[in-house]
C-alpha cells in the first residue's frame, strides 16, 4: 500500500491495520493520517475562507456543508446511475438552499414542520439509498447548520450563487469517481421499491420526522441555537444501527460533548488572545485523527465554541452547547422510542430492525 493509499483511509480503518502491521509500517500509517488531517483542515481553511470572501461572512454556513459534501462525495455515491445521481444532486443543493428559508418564514409549527419534512424527506430518499455510506448524517447535518444560519435579501442571493458554484464542484467529483456505477440502476427504480415494511424506507422516515419536528418545533419557539440541539437529535436518528446501541450513542454524544465543553472553556481562559484563532483549527486537526465517536463529539465542541464565545461570551456559550445538546439527547430518544413503539415495530419485522441488512443481496 502506498503512502497516498494510506491517507485514504479513515482513522478506524487506519488504526485496524496497525493493530497487526509490522514497526515500521506501523509508523508510516501514523505519518499518513496526520498528514492527511493537515492537509484536509488546511483545504477547510482555504475553501471556506475563499467562499467567504467572495459570498459572505453570512453564508460560511453554505461554504462548510459543500465543503463535507465535496470530501464525501470522492467515497460515497448514490448507489444509481451518474446521470440520475447528477440530477438528484441539483434537486438536494436546491432544497437545501431553498427549505430552511422557508420553514422560518412562516414562524407557525404546522407549516415550518411540513416544509422541512417534504424537503428532508425528499433529500434523504435521493441520497441515502446506502445508509451505511453516511450520507443521511452528511446532508442532515447540511440542512440542520442552514436552518441555523438563515438569510435574506443579497445575501440569499449571493447564497444561491455560491450553490450553483458547489454543485459544479461537488457534481464534478460525484462524477468523476462513480460515473461507472450502477449504469443499469436508475432513481425511478428506487422510488418503486419504497416500501413501509422495508427498515431502510422507515429509517428515512424516522430521520426526516424527527429532525424536522425538533426543527420546527425549535424555531416557533425562537430558541437559541437551536441548531444544536438539531445535531445531537440528527447525529442518532441517522445511525442506521442505532437499535443496537441506542444507550452507548447517547452516552457518548452527551459525555463528549460536556467534557469537550469543559476543555474548551478550561484551554480559552488560558490562552493568550493571540493564540484564540488557532483553537478551531487545532481542535479540526486532532478531529480528523480521532476513530471515536466520543472523541469526535468533544472535539467538535472547539469549532463550534470558538465562534459562538464572541456572541455569548464563554460562560454563555459553554453553559448553551451543553443545554442544547443535553435537549437535542433527550428529544431524540423520546422520538426514537414513540417511533419505534408505535411505527416500526407496525410495519418491519424485528429481525430486520436487529439486523438491517442481514438478508439484504444487495448489500
Request: charged share 15%; proline share 3%; glycine share 8%.
Amino acid at each position: 500500500m502506498s503512502f497516498y493509499q494510506m491517507m485514504q483511509l479513515d482513522p478506524a480503518s487506519n488504526r485496524k491495520l496497525r493493530a497487526d502491521a509490522a514497526p515500521e509500517t506501523v509508523r508510516k500509517l501514523r505519518l499518513a493520517m496526520v498528514a492527511r488531517s493537515a492537509l484536509i483542515v488546511v483545504f477547510a481553511i482555504a475553501f471556506i475562507g475563499l467562499m467567504s470572501t467572495w459570498f459572505g461572512a453570512e453564508n460560511s454556513s453554505m461554504a462548510v456543508s459543500i465543503f463535507c459534501i465535496l470530501l464525501a462525495s470522492r467515497f460515497a455515491g448514490f448507489g444509481y446511475r451518474i446521470s440520475d445521481s447528477l440530477l438528484c444532486m441539483g434537486l438536494s443543493f436546491f432544497l437545501l438552499l431553498t427549505g430552511p428559508v422557508l420553514a422560518l418564514l412562516p414562524h407557525e409549527l404546522f407549516w415550518a414542520l411540513l416544509i422541512d419534512f417534504v424537503s428532508l424527506l425528499t433529500i434523504i430518499v435521493m441520497t441515502c439509498e446506502n445508509p451505511e455510506l453516511g450520507n443521511g448524517g452528511l446532508y442532515t447535518f447540511a440542512y440542520i447548520f442552514l436552518s441555523g444560519n438563515p438569510v435574506r435579501g443579497d445575501a440569499f442571493v449571493q447564497r444561491a450563487w455560491l450553490t450553483v458554484l458547489g454543485f459544479a464542484l461537488c457534481g464534478f467529483v460525484l462524477w468523476h469517481n462513480h460515473r461507472d456505477q450502477n449504469r443499469d440502476r436508475t432513481f425511478v427504480s428506487i422510488l418503486r421499491g419504497f416500501s413501509l415494511r422495508s427498515y431502510k424506507c422507515q429509517w428515512q422516515l424516522r430521520l426526516a420526522f424527527g429532525v424536522s419536528l425538533l426543527l420546527a418545533l425549535f424555531s416557533t419557539l425562537d430558541m437559541t441555537r437551536f441548531m444544536w440541539a438539531g445535531f445531537a437529535c440528527g447525529s442518532l436518528l441517522a445511525d442506521v444501527e442505532v437499535e443496537s446501541h441506542i444507550h452507548e450513542k447517547l452516552r457518548d454524544r452527551l459525555l463528549g460533548a460536556v467534557i469537550g465543553s469543559v476543555a474548551f472553556w478550561l484551554i480559552w481562559s488560558v490562552l493568550p488572545v493571540n493564540l484564540e484563532p488557532l483553537l478551531g483549527p487545532v481542535g479540526g486537526m486532532c478531529l480528523g485523527l480521532c476513530a471515536e465517536y466520543r472523541h469526535k463529539t468533544m472535539l467538535n465542541c472547539f469549532g463550534a465554541l470558538a465562534l459562538a464565545a464572541g456572541m455569548y461570551g464563554l460562560q454563555g456559550a459553554v453553559l448553551l452547547r451543553i443545554i442544547m445538546t443535553l435537549l437535542g439527547i433527550l428529544f431524540a430518544i423520546l422520538f426514537f422510542y414513540v417511533y419505534d413503539h408505535f411505527v416500526m415495530t407496525a410495519f418491519v419485522p424485528e429481525k430486520s430492525r436487529l439486523e438491517p441488512y442481514r438478508d439484504d443481496p444487495e448489500r
